[in-house]
């Protein structure tokens, strides 16, 4: 479990095939590592991943993940290269501030960037989301976006806008991408329980 709030960005370093899996090496720098053990859940850009083969110092760390066909399929982590930049949050405990809003790191599907424009200090970027997606985004509701919590401020068809501050733009890779870019979507998990619970068929006779 996640909270949206992006602590650092990384690299991908490298990729090698595993089968119709694949391999990714990601790199960090700082101490972002330190304290992260074999098996830790890492999101990355939005996907949820388990660390493997930990490397950790105060100048900077690595890590390799498994990558599966299916996280391919439905992110873009398939799309990277080496060299590309990601969002990264280690798994909320227990005792961590809820500073976003509960983010699983099962990203839904993609989606993408149509226009960014200046609001103020900030910038208002407008998404569009698949249809099947399009119905669990609402005005003012949570929304996560390549592994960023953000507010919905508003909502069309199958178009949403959010209004990202100067820090977010900064400290993410938000800041860095243009119109017709894809991007990671993961929904609000709680509009999903509730359709799920209202489409169960009652008890029979």
Known sequence: MFTGIVT?????????PA????????????DALCDAREGDSMSVSGACLTMLDIESGEAGGRFNADVSVETLDCTTLGDL????????????R???????????????GCGRLVSRSPDGRAERFVFELPT???????????????????????????RFEVCIIPHTLEVTTLGRIQPGQA???????????LERLMNVDG???
């Open 132 to 158: 099947d997606l399009a119905r669990y985004v609402a005005a003012k509701g949570s929304v996560c976006i390549d592994g960023v919590s953000l507010t919905v401020n508003g909502v069309s068809e199958t």
């Open 203 to 205: 008890p029979s006779a």
């Open 81 to 92: 290269k080496v060299g590309d930049p990601v969002n990264l949050e280690p798994a909320l």
């Open 19 to 30: 089968g119709a899996d694949r391999r990714m090496t990601f790199a960090v720098a700082g």
């Open 94 to 108: 227990a005792a961590d501030r809820l500073g976003g809003h509960l983010v699983s790191g099962h990203v839904d």
């Open 183 to 193: 991007v990671n979507i993961e929904v609000d998990m709680i509009a999903r329980y």
């Open 8 to 16: 650092h960005q990384g690299r991908l370093a490298a990729v090698e």
